[in-house]
């Protein structure tokens, strides 16, 4: 059965350092997402994209945060300069055309670590 | 903006009994989508069940079932003869049935379920 790949599974990383988590969304899908997740608290929005540019953002994807598909296939999250409280669970998402159903098949995370 | 309610954290129950998780959206959109994602410890989220707002019908999935009052704008689950592999955070989430654009799932803040032997 097709699904979200994320690589890495886990990353430490300084405060300050550069992140790109990388993302295979399903190959026939056309809306992709990315959510994060701080430890023990609820599933949050961060952006989402079709059509080769962002559809919509969160208020939590400021200058720092920024998505590209790079060659088709890769959806990447890069975190340009970390801090501590980016250390969370980040997942992405990808939703096949407009007029399905509506489901959102998620990868299994990336768990990032700020020190 | 949408928002999504799980006014329950924790939940526990034995093996084999019937537990109802609670979930309460707002919205001032008529057509939408609620789902109930399962994340199990350490994994990815995978859809437990869907219901498109138009239905008065509720939805089921073999031991799983919802509740859906539009107008209380309440979406419950019932997970009957509950088993181990229940044991997950249950999100609740909704989605605007929109014609453009990728729309977004706004989730609850979830509910641990736990099943004990």
């Known amino acids: 059965e097709p699904e979200v790949t994320q690589t890495p599974s886990h990353q430490v990383t300084q405060m300050g350092q550069e992140v790109i988590l990388r993302c295979v969304p399903i190959s026939n899908h056309l809306y992709f997402y990315w959510y994060r997740q701080i430890l023990g608290q609820k599933v949050e929005f961060l952006v989402s994209f079709y059509n080769n540019e962002i559809s919509e953002k969160s208020e939590i994807f400021d200058d720092q945060f920024s998505v590209e598909r790079p060659d088709g296939s890769n959806f990447t999250l890069k975190i340009r300069s970390t801090k501590l409280e980016d250390s969370a669970m980040y997942f992405c998402?990808?939703?096949?055309?407009?007029?399905?159903?509506?489901?959102?098949?998620f990868g299994e995370g990336s768990r990032l670590t700020v020190l | 903006a949408q928002t999504v309610t799980q006014s329950q954290p924790e939940m526990s129950v034995q093996e084999a009994e019937t537990v109802t998780l609670s979930c309460t959206y707002d919205t001032s959109e008529n057509n939408y989508y609620l789902f109930w994602y399962k994340q199990p410890p350490s994994r990815q989220m995978i859809l437990v069940i869907r219901q498109e707002a138009y239905k008065q019908q509720n939805a089921t999935e073999n031991r799983f079932s919802v509740n859906f009052q539009k107008a209380a704008k309440s979406f419950s689950l019932k997970i009957s003869d509950s088993q181990l592999g229940d044991t997950a955070m249950y999100f609740c989430a909704f989605m605007k049935h929109g014609s453009q654009g990728a729309q977004k799932l706004v989730f609850g803040q979830g509910t641990r379920l736990t099943i004990n032997p």
């Open positions: 998402a990808s939703r096949a055309r407009q007029g399905s159903t509506g489901e959102l098949f």
